[in-house]
Each structure stands twice: as structure tokens, then as C-alpha cells.
T-cell receptor
Framework: ETGVTQTPRHLVMGMTNKKSLKCEQH?????MYWYKQSAKKPLELMFV???????ENNSVPSRFSPECPNSSHLFLHLHTLQPEDSALYLC??????????????FGAGTRLSVL | AQKITQTQPGMFVQEKEAVTLDCTYD???????LFWYKQPSSGEMIFLIY??????QNATEGRYSLNFQKARKSANLVISASQLGDSAMYFC???????????????FGRGTSLIVHP
């Protein structure tokens, strides 16, 4: 039990589909993150939310649309994706403090395949 | 310049032996944190160990220890008594200054693939 739950675990979608990834954290953390992990590439930060406000957008294409209705839930809405968007999408949460964050907890990820 | 460098793309170790995974980092911030994560083939990133830049002693968590050499800017992970279940990708990460948006964001290395042989 990691405290960060991602659904679905696997997703196959066509380029014209619209789907959403969901992340939920039960740890009382104030910050939530979306990362993309492609094969043979480093982890890429996509978005950061702190107390429901987006604080980082790492030049992510608009076909990825995040939503953070509250500090416990984070969504990633997907539309008109490309095959190169196929990757593992990881959600993470943390509790930021003035002395710096000590832990990021990750979910199990959603493995996305775009056909 | 890369903030986190992991020079070993792959490592092999015999079961029950110890293994060291290398990590060097680069920061000008005196206050920073170093982390190691394990990622099995299932995909989940599992937090292993944390070392703060002001911590006087090297961090240890069970079979994991972090060999922190501040002057050399290295934070190597030592796994003692390797087990078959230790086979996974291992990522070194660092947190230093907050971003312009005010968030603390970890920077990850490219990872080291560890295979434990029976």
C-alpha cells in the first residue's frame, strides 16, 4: 500500500480517443506531480500542483490537460495523442516544508499505449 | 550540465553479496537532499533512502545504506546481502532549490539496472 493510487494501470487508446488518468493520494500531502517515463529516457516532469494550484508546466503539449480539484486528487486528461506519447505515466505526491521536501511517494503508474 | 549522474547503466551481482550503485550530483545550494528509488518491472517507484546535506551520519535503512561523500559530491547506494527481489532499476535523485513556482522538484538520474544472479 503506497498511499498513492493510480487508475487505470493499463490503457490502450487510439489517436482520436479521449481518456483520463486518475491519481489519488491518501497521505495528506499538499503537492502532486505528473511524470512521464519513456523507454530508455529519464523521468520527465510534466506538471506540479501545490494546494490545487498549478505551479509547474514543463512545456507539455496541450493534448495533455491536467486537473486538480483538491489536494488529494489529480487527473490527466488525454486527447488526440500521438504514438510517441506511449509511456508510463507516474503520479507522485509530497509534503513540502520550508526546509525542503524529504519524500516523494509514487503511484504504480499507468502504462499507456497509443495506437 | 547534468545535476545527477549515474554512470553504470547495468550492474550484476551474485545473490547474498553486496553491491554499490554510483551516483554523483552537482548543486551550488548548501541545503539539498539526496534520494534513492527502486523501480521493479511493475513500474512503481519505491522510496528507499534519504540523505540530507546537513546530516552528520550516513543514512541507513535495513539492507540499504547511503555512502555520502560531500566533498566528492557522491551519494552511492550500498545494498548488502543482495536478494533476487532486488533486481530492478535504481534511480538516484536530488532536491535542492525550489523552482520559480515555489515547488520542490526532484531531479532524477538515468538509472542503473541491477540484476541479481542466484
Amino acid at each position: 500500500e503506497t498511499g498513492v493510487t493510480q487508475t487505470p494501470r493499463h490503457l490502450v487508446m487510439g489517436m482520436t480517443n479521449k481518456k483520463s488518468l486518475k491519481c489519488e493520494q491518501h497521505l495528506g500531502h499538499n503537492a502532486m506531480y505528473w511524470y512521464k517515463q519513456s523507454a530508455k529516457k529519464p523521468l520527465e516532469l510534466m506538471f506540479v500542483y501545490n494546494f490545487k494550484e498549478q505551479t509547474e508546466n514543463n512545456s507539455v503539449p496541450s493534448r495533455f490537460s491536467p486537473e486538480c480539484p483538491n489536494s488529494s486528487h489529480l487527473f490527466l486528461h488525454l486527447h488526440t495523442l500521438q504514438p510517441e506519447d506511449s509511456a508510463l505515466y507516474l503520479c507522485a505526491s509530497s509534503q513540502d516544508s520550508p526546509t525542503g521536501t524529504k519524500y516523494w511517494y509514487f503511484g504504480a503508474g499507468t502504462r499507456l499505449s497509443v495506437l | 550540465a547534468q545535476k545527477i549522474t549515474q554512470t553504470q547503466p547495468g550492474m550484476f551481482v551474485q545473490e547474498k553479496e553486496a553491491v554499490t550503485l554510483d551516483c554523483t550530483y552537482d548543486t551550488s545550494d548548501p541545503s539539498y537532499g539526496l534520494f534513492w528509488y527502486k523501480q521493479p518491472s511493475s513500474g512503481e517507484m519505491i522510496f528507499l533512502i534519504y540523505q540530507g546535506s546537513y546530516d552528520q551520519q550516513n543514512a541507513t535503512e535495513g539492507r540499504y545504506s547511503l555512502n555520502f561523500q560531500k566533498a566528492r559530491k557522491s551519494a552511492n547506494l550500498v545494498i548488502s546481502a543482495s536478494q533476487l527481489g532486488d533486481s530492478a532499476m535504481y534511480f538516484c535523485a536530488m532536491r535542492d532549490l525550489p523552482s520559480s513556482g515555489g515547488s520542490y522538484i526532484p531531479t532524477f538520474g538515468r538509472g542503473t539496472s541491477l540484476i541479481v544472479h542466484p
